[in-house]
């Protein structure tokens, strides 16, 4: 029941490039930028993309974000095995006042 | 660099309150919002509310209204959360996240706090 929609899953073999989405509404994303989030196992989440598309630093250029509407998405090429992770998109809601969340993608590296 | 260090786990029988403490460094305490967003076992992220340290204002997420209160300490740099009436759905780590440098939505995290609540 989170407010922003993901995929509960994605995969891909190392070196591959894959792709995660998220899709939220006029109060969200429609009218301010998205974030992503990476939680590795049994640690913090920390911020990956920040306004749409920007990599904080020490971020991989590996990494990248983009969106349009309503709607996101994250993409991440060269698929290694530390990129198994949990990964959440964020954008600022107008109507909460407060951030809203993804219900978190768990990405699995074959 | 920024840092955020909370408070200890913490084990709270149902009905109890949990305070949970968020001591800020690296940056003006004062210059950023402070979130506070929990995650349940195996669960995605729950936003609860936030504080500006500057002005004391608070936002709680409608969930929490009446329960939870955000308070902070500005000659300590410190933020902290107190939710009232404790079931176990409650059972989270509890994390401070300062906002707003980067992302409106969180830039730096505290390394959470769990908080168990059992009979």
């Known amino acids: 029941q989170s407010v922003l929609t993901q995929p509960p899953s994605a995969s891909g073999t190392p070196g591959q490039r894959v792709t995660i989405s998220c899709s939220g509404s006029?109060?969200?994303?429609?009218?301010?930028?998205v974030n992503w989030y990476q939680q590795l196992s049994g640690t913090a989440p920390k911020l990956l993309i920040y306004s749409n598309n920007e990599r904080p630093s020490g971020v991989p250029d590996r990494f990248s974000g983009s969106k349009s509407g309503t709607s996101a998405s994250l993409a991440i090429s060269g698929l290694q095995s530390e990129d198994e992770a949990d990964y959440y998109c964020a954008a600022w809601d107008d109507s909460l006042i407060g951030p809203v969340f993804g219900g978190g993608t768990k990405l699995t590296v074959l | 660099q920024v840092q955020l260090v909370q408070s200890g786990a913490e084990v709270k029988k149902p009905g109890a309150s949990v305070k949970v403490s968020c001591k800020a460094s690296?940056?003006?305490?004062?210059?950023?919002?402070i979130h506070w967003v929990r995650q349940a076992p195996g669960q995605g992220l729950e936003w609860m509310g936030w504080i500006n340290p500057n002005t004391d204002a608070t936002k709680y997420a409608q969930k929490f209204q009446g329960r939870v209160t955000m308070t902070g300490d500005t000659s300590i740099s410190t933020a902290y959360m107190e939710l009232r009436g404790l079931t176990s759905d409650d059972t989270a780590v509890y994390y401070c996240?300062?906002?707003?440098?980067?992302?409106?939505?969180?830039?730096?995290w505290g390394q959470g706090t769990l908080v168990t609540v059992s009979s």
């Open positions: 006029s109060s969200n994303i429609g009218s301010n930028t």
């Open positions: 996240v300062r906002g707003g440098a980067l992302a409106a939505t969180g830039d730096d």
């Open positions: 690296g940056y003006t305490f004062t210059g950023y919002n």
